[in-house]
């Protein structure tokens, strides 16, 4: 069994003595920012966790649980965030709130945080499977459970959606329709979600579409709008976005002078957000079990919490296809 990292071996590796390392580790300002820089670095290479907040947390309870969303500006997020807390409260829990804005760094820093603050147990959409915090939280074994997205490596109870079942219902659907060639939107292919999604359509799509697919990534500096145009002028006559906040920055280009939705282009996209019902033409989507996710993942949390053995630690909740205006019969006619 390795040998547990000590505050001392953490002051050796930051050049430091085991005096100041200590009073980084426990938020004193009375330390240099390349004294901070050198311990942070050390601990979370090391996987060093604070002794006195392992105990504490072992051995007390402060009835508040950490929530990490990727970026709360995403629709999908809020409402997660929301049924989460609804459900902790029915539970006894208050919930502190994170917010990553899709950024490895600002998620270490609250990860970093949490490990030196009294919480239960801790929510995660992760950023990164590679990030040292996360491993760094793993190892001080914090009740841990990921929602909506996983990282590679951890063997960590979570609650995700099954995109493969609505990405396939829209494969079907637009074909059925006529549709012979397809293109994706892909999402951040940084996030387990947008990988998922991503290689999905490479490998289903084209046993749905004769005259091929093709993939554009949204993320690109270009950004979700010129990728839509790029698979329209490619001869696309169905697009689907991967990922919600891409559709909602080009909800005006199937609208205008140059296409429309239906007849020009059919329109489809993951996640199902109020506003796509009440744009025009109402958007087809592929709506995920936001509700389900979030109870879900609060009850993982407070039975390993309770000390409960998990019957099911991984729980994949089902999508659906939203028919709606934005898909139709392709048009053949030549487009500007």
């Known amino acids: 069994m390795p040998r547990t990292v000590t505050i001392r071996d953490v002051a050796a590796k930051a050049g430091v003595s085991p005096a100041t390392a200590s009073r980084v580790l426990t938020g004193s300002d009375q330390t240099s920012e390349r004294a901070r ?17 392992a105990r504490s ?13 990727s970026d709360i500006r995403n629709p999908h997020f809020a409402y997660l965030a929301h049924t989460i807390q609804t459900r902790l409260a029915s539970s006894g829990y208050a919930m502190i709130l994170g917010n990553a804005s899709e950024d490895e760094s600002t998620q270490d820093l609250f990860l970093q945080h949490v490990t030196q603050q009294r919480v239960d147990g801790l929510i995660l959409a992760p950023q990164n499977p590679q990030s040292a915090a996360l491993r760094t939280l793993v190892a001080a074994q914090l009740p841990l459970v990921f929602v909506d997205r996983i990282a590679d490596g951890f063997d960590i109870p979570y609650a995700v959606s099954d995109s493969a079942m609505g990405l396939g219902a829209a494969f079907a659907h637009l074909a059925g329709l006529g549709h012979t060639r397809c293109g994706l939107v ?5 996030t387990s979600t ?14 749905y ?8 990534r949204g993320a690109d500096a270009a950004g979700p709008r010129e990728a839509f145009r790029r698979l329209v ?9 991967a990922y919600g906040p891409h559709t909602m920055e080009c909800l005006d280009l ?20 109020p506003v796509f019902r009440v744009v025009s033409p109402a958007l087809t989507a592929i709506r995920q079990d936001v509700d389900g996710m ?37 048009n053949r006619r030549t487009r500007p």
Not at 62 to 67: M, N, Q
Not at 186 to 190: E, H, I, K, M, T
Not at 209 to 216: K, W
């Open 57 to 69: 947390l072992r051995m007390s309870r402060t009835g508040v649980v950490g929530l990490l969303v």
């Open 294 to 330: 979030g109870e879900a993942v609060v009850d993982l949390l407070v039975a390993l919490l309770s000390g409960q053995e998990l019957s099911h630690p991984h729980v994949t909740l089902p999508t659906s296809l939203i028919v709606r205006d934005s898909t139709g019969r392709p």
């Open 194 to 207: 947008g990988r998922e999604r991503h290689d999905y359509f490479a490998s289903a799509a084209p046993q």
């Open 233 to 241: 002028e490619d001869g696309c006559t169905a697009v689907v976005f």
């Open 37 to 53: 820089s050198a311990v942070r670095k050390a601990a979370a290479d090391m996987g060093y966790s604070p002794n006195g907040v």
């Open 254 to 273: 199937w609208s205008g002078p140059d296409f429309r939705a239906p007849g020009d282009i059919s329109v489809a996209s993951f996640d199902d957000f």
């Open 209 to 216: 579409f004769s005259e091929g697919v093709r993939i554009e």
């Open 186 to 190: 892909a999402g951040p292919l940084g």
